[in-house]
């Protein structure tokens, strides 16, 4: 991908490519994300629809085609994600700041309002395949038929959560003060799974060691309880169960698509093999 690109007589940098290959490239006031027809227009649907349902996500400013392929443009979130405003206060304080940590609730509560008004299909079937079950059955084949059980007792035990539009990599660092960026994982899901993914994602990075990446924050527990005393008060208002109580079943949902696929960073793999493994494989194990 070249280093800078000018589109509708803006000039662009390179952030970097995302995991679905479309470039995304920072100019003043907007991000402009280009690649393959079919991949942008995926994009730009789920996008769509979000902006329709009132989700804390970037106008899309404008649509097009280039020699480089087809591109969109949004308008910018903000300046810094949470997870790096997390990272910064941990290395300043040891904690994230309360003031911080409101805004980042804010930011979740104005996301899963708008959220759980989109109920969708349920459909176990295609949400196994978009949280990348399948690849997770190859990489521990002598787990599968495991693998298989938890992820049916999971489905279980969420069989009375309403399938909504979800993010999908809904953490931290897709979040900045003015909402939600990086749509490519887009999906149906139950509720609560986006968010429990902005609370366990952490959970899931080695905390510290030789590995190529460890964790650059944590939340304390006073704030872990605050974040889930919101989800499951936003839940109750609606008429389901307390998000906190299927919080097993849905991490661990998260945590197939988490650990799958992590070639590129071996050491990190093999950690959070082994984590999943003692939390979730044992024969004692249940949700």
Known sequence: MPETTTIEGAEYTLVGVQRGGLAVYRGDGGYLRIGDGGSVARDVASHREMEQAGYPVAQILSEGATIGGNYYIEASQGDISFRNLFSTEIQKDGRITDATFNRFLNIVEQYLRRQIATKRVNDASVFKRRIKLDVLF????????????????????????????????????????????????????????????????????????????????????????????????????NGLQKVSTLYPALEFCRAVWMISDLQKWPKAQAYEHEHFMRKYLSESFSF
């Open 138 to 237: 190859a990489e521990m084949p002598q787990y599968a038929d495991t693998l298989e059980t938890r992820f049916g007792q999971a489905m279980e035990a969420l069989s009375d959560m309403p399938y909504v539009l979800s993010h999908g990599d809904f953490n931290p660092a897709n979040l900045y003060e003015r909402g939600v960026i990086d749509l490519e994982d887009a999906l149906s899901a139950p509720f609560g799974y986006d968010a429990v993914t902005a609370l366990a994602t952490v959970d899931w990075v080695p905390p510290h060691g030789d590995y190529e990446y460890t964790r650059s924050y944590t939340y304390t527990p006073e704030q872990n309880a605050k974040y889930l005393e919101l989800v499951d008060r936003i839940a109750i208002e």
